[in-house]
């Protein structure tokens, strides 16, 4: 079993970053994949970012690619979401959540992703 908890979200100005993180419990955290989502008012919850286990491999959503980074830290049970150059579309409940199969690749899907976070709102006014 994994709980995850979000923080760092806020309200910020377009152009502007926000670093949030995930802390989780649980000993078997390092054999996760991990993951962020985000979910607009009226949308479907989407794909942001997935990092593999070992930190080596990361994928990014079109959308945020190149302004996001994800990166995890094993030994503190953390994973991160550096977001920078954010734009009012990035206004959403930012969620953290994990994937115990590291065997199958980074998922987009978020059924895939067995435990999740209650989220963290991100707002970037414009």
């Known amino acids: 079993q994994v709980r995850l908890v979000e923080s760092g979200g806020g309200l910020v100005q377009a152009g502007g970053s926000l670093r949030l993180s995930c802390a989780a419990s649980?000993?078997?955290?390092?054999?996760?994949?991990m993951g962020w989502f985000r979910q607009a008012p009226g949308k479907e919850r989407d794909f942001v970012a997935a990092?593999?286990?070992?930190?080596?491999?990361?994928t990014y959503a079109d959308s945020v690619k190149g302004r996001f980074t994800i990166s995890r830290d094993n030994a503190k049970n953390m994973v991160y979401l550096q977001m920078n150059s954010l734009k009012p579309e990035d206004t959403a409940v930012y969620y953290c959540?994990?994937?115990?199969?590291?065997?199958?690749?980074?998922?987009?899907?978020?059924?895939?992703?067995?435990?999740w976070g209650q989220g963290t709102q991100v707002t970037v006014s414009s």
């Open positions: 959540a994990a994937d115990r199969d590291s065997n199958s690749g980074l998922s987009s899907y978020p059924p895939r992703y067995e435990y």
């Open positions: 649980g000993r078997a955290f390092s054999r996760y994949v």
């Open positions: 990092i593999s286990w070992s930190g080596i491999s990361t």
